[in-house]
């Protein structure tokens, strides 16, 4: 008869296989240790309170795991609350270290779940934080005295939670609406099938075909127009308008004068008849155009 093999045991598994080889301390051996680490900095001492701790970590973990977040990232924020726990512990309060590490490592693993919550910024005020975290554990607590008195449930009851947690009901409600609203991926497949994902129902913001087609035939419509409309002008006129309408360096009211041998208000006044000449040219145009609205087609940069 074979013998199956042993299943491959997950990394958490490992991680709590190794931790689980580190003895607990006893209370004057924490507080010889603490006071090393205090005193000396002896970093041997702090790595000692640290590992003799670690499975405290996992066990604040697990009760986070309704929250939808994977275990070891969890058990990974709350380790650094401990750390941070061992450099701030005074061993001279006459308290175990855990009692007071547990603070620093649901601050960790809370904060961190509230980072990775939403995109949305959530969580900003310290009431919003505890009712993020309160609300699922009082949703829990009106549920099962509801079904130890075989009422319906009240777990969803917006009103009696707010009274529960002595918040206002709009404040429930909001946070029921974020808590329920997690981001979605655009690229988590969907159907029976998974074939599709969010994106491919997207609407693209590219215009379509005919729109691609319409707006080539209009602009060079447009061109040939302008085209036609400069033929028109003489040739002062239509250096005028090439110059300071159409080109991408345009010649300042000051360069076009001393082109021409004249002032700058003359080099203006000839600018503002050529434009209006050329006006009058275009107006044809708007019989077989619809110009977009406040447009003017004396106003060639797009056009040429």
Do not use: C
């Amino acid at each position: 008869m074979t013998r199956s093999a042993p299943r491959p045991s997950s990394a958490l598994d490992v991680y709590l296989a190794e931790i689980n080889r580190f003895s607990l301390l006893t209370v004057e051996e924490e507080q010889t240790l603490a006071r090393a680490f205090r005193d000396t900095a002896d970093t041997r001492a702090a790595h000692r309170l640290i590992t003799a701790n670690l499975r405290f970590v996992v066990k604040v973990a697990y009760e986070y795991r309704s929250y939808g977040f994977r275990i070891p990232d969890l058990v990974q924020e709350g380790n650094i609350g401990l750390m941070k726990a061992v450099q701030k512990f005074d061993p001279d309060k006459g308290i175990r270290l855990i009692s007071y590490a547990v603070w620093w490592i649901r601050a960790y693993i809370q904060n961190y779940i509230l980072k990775s919550w939403s995109l949305v910024k959530l969580g900003t005020t310290q009431a919003q934080r505890k009712l993020f975290f309160s609300l699922g554990r009082t949703r829990r607590e009106l549920d099962r005295t509801s079904a130890e008195h075989g009422a319906d449930s009240d777990g969803r009851d917006a009103g009696k939670i707010a009274k529960r947690l002595r918040v206002k009901t709009a404040e429930v409600q909001e946070m029921e609406l974020r808590l329920d609203g997690r981001d979605l991926s655009l690229d988590a497949p969907m159907g029976e099938d998974g074939d599709h994902a969010h994106i491919d129902f997207v609407a693209s913001g590219a215009p379509t075909q005919d729109a691609e087609l319409s707006d080539a035939q209009e602009a060079k419509l447009v061109s040939g127009r302008v085209v036609e409309a400069l033929a028109r002008l003489d040739a002062r006129e239509r250096y005028i308008i090439e110059q300071r309408v159409m080109s991408d360096r345009p010649l300042t009211l000051k360069e076009l004068g001393e082109h021409f041998g004249f002032s700058r208000e003359r080099a203006r006044q000839l600018e503002i008849r050529a434009k209006e000449k050329l006006k009058q040219e275009l107006q044809a145009l708007t019989g077989e155009i619809e110009w977009q609205p406040g447009a003017d087609p004396s106003e060639l940069e797009d056009a040429a």
